[in-house]
């Protein structure tokens, strides 16, 4: 293994201190990054659409730097990626869809201008769901991709891309878009990091919107401490700083859950709560009844808006989507009114009572990101039908999307160690707000987990 490799494998913010120092350049490191995802077949399938010219002159402008100039870059010659659904100027977006929606970027999304800022090395565009919608990180039009973690597997989705670049060491971080687990779910799948934040933490412009109420933009990386670098360019501001040390913690009762977890799910859970209390920190648990409820909530606002914002689509070209995608959609222009406004209405009144009854007494709560393992790409196969494919999709998602709709801050993390990663996620919640708790209480369980 070459240092170029061993840098390549390590962590974003070691990466940028060698470019940083001059130890290697940024020129290098891109131009590595590019050699590793051409000459893979699994990781050139992640990227719709590679910038390798791009790229490289952006690598190049930051190698003319002076040193100090560098030292104030936090991601300082770091390759990173996107999901294709972020605007770019004269660059092409797809959203995981039919080429007739396809559209040329005019402007550059704001958290593209925040990681080139910081100096980031914007490798290119990745793969999605169509239209982002779709927890199993399949696409009518560009299919499935391998999951880095098992190939048997899917890699989950919809920034399905984003986590499978990241976990196979093509690029340190990546951008994706979370309305009801799009991010969580296969950052658990590909053994990644990332953190659905605070609708209005990071800016959303830019990018497809599916439901404006519940979108949100979030970084993937490969550790807690990465993740909290992206996430601090993307914020604008250094992330605040939180005292582990007096960090409480709640487990939601699995009879709270809205479906059963499979006995590894629950075990990890168990495994992640015996390592808190056994170094002193407090863990209590608790039973929240209204999951289920809040799921259906979140599911009418989450279809009414995205049938809205794709009703020129379904007019124009219903034949264009994909058969998954155009069920989900119908379902949302059959929502009455009357649910979606009474569903919007609800939403502060269900945040604070799942602050008083929930969060009260303790700074997180711990759930699993998904009932199960990541399903098995046979198991897609096997199914005959829109209605059993989605209800998998649903049982998939089912722990996910309540969150979007609280507006609470949520970290998704791998549950077991390094060594052991095997596609089970870790879902830490917050209070409103309160991104940075979240992010403080993954370093924590990151450490204890090894």
Request: include cysteine; proline fraction near 6%.
């Amino acid at each position: 293994m070459s240092d170029l490799d061993a840098i390549l494998d390590g962590s974003l913010l070691a990466a940028a201190g060698h470019v940083a120092k001059g130890e290697v350049s940024a020129a290098e490191l891109t131009g590595a990054a590019l050699r590793r995802i051409g000459s893979s077949e699994t990781g050139a399938g992640y990227f719709l659409r590679l910038r390798p010219d791009e790229a490289l002159a952006e690598a190049a402008r930051i190698d003319a730097l002076g040193r100090d100039q560098r030292h104030a870059l936090p991601l300082c010659g770091v390759p990173w990626a996107r999901k294709d659904l972020f605007s770019v100027p004269g660059e092409p977006t797809s959203f995981g869809a039919h080429a007739g929606f396809g559209k040329t970027g005019r402007e550059r999304a704001p958290v593209i201008d925040a990681l080139r800022s910081s100096g980031g090395i914007d490798m290119g565009a990745l793969h999605m769901s169509e239209f982002a919608m779709g927890p199993s990180g399949w696409s009518s039009v560009y299919g499935a991709i391998e999951n880095p973690l098992d190939q048997t597997r899917v890699t989950g989705g919809s920034s399905s891309g984003s986590a499978a670049s990241v976990g196979g060491r093509f690029v340190f971080a990546a951008l994706g878009t979370d309305t009801g687990g799009s991010n969580r779910i296969p950052a658990a799948f590909c053994g990644v990091v990332s953190l659905k934040p605070g609708s209005d933490r990071i800016s959303t412009e830019g990018a497809l919107p599916v439901s404006t109420t519940l979108d949100t933009v979030g970084p993937f990386a490969r550790s807690v401490e990465d993740c909290t670098a992206v996430f601090s360019c993307l914020a604008g501001k250094p992330a605040r700083t939180v005292e582990e040390r007096r960090l409480r913690f709640a487990v939601l009762a699995s009879g709270s859950l809205p479906v059963a977890p499979q006995p590894e799910v629950g075990q990890a859970l168990e495994h992640v709560a015996a390592l808190l209390s056994d170094e002193g920190y407090p863990v209590e648990e608790r039973r929240w009844d209204a999951f289920a409820d809040t799921n259906i909530l979140a599911g009418s606002v989450f279809l009414s808006e995205a049938a809205a914002a794709h009703l020129p689509n379904l007019t124009a070209h219903a034949d264009w989507i994909g058969p998954q995608v155009r069920e989900r959609l119908l379902q949302g222009l059959a929502t009455p009114a009357p649910v979606y406004l009474s569903a919007m209405k609800a939403r502060a009144a269900r945040r604070q009572r799942f602050a008083e009854q929930v969060l009260s007494g303790v700074d997180v709560l711990l759930l699993p990101v998904s009932p199960a393992r990541a399903p098995l790409r046979s198991q897609y196969k096997a199914l005959k039908g829109n209605g059993d494919i989605l209800k998998l999709n649903g049982h998939v998602a089912a722990y996910t999307a309540a969150f979007n709709y609280l507006d609470l801050p949520v970290l998704s993390m791998p549950a077991t160690s390094r060594a052991e990663c095997n596609t089970l996620g870790l879902q830490i919640v917050a209070r409103h707000g309160d991104d940075e708790t979240a992010l403080a209480a993954g370093r924590l369980i990151e450490r204890l987990l090894g």
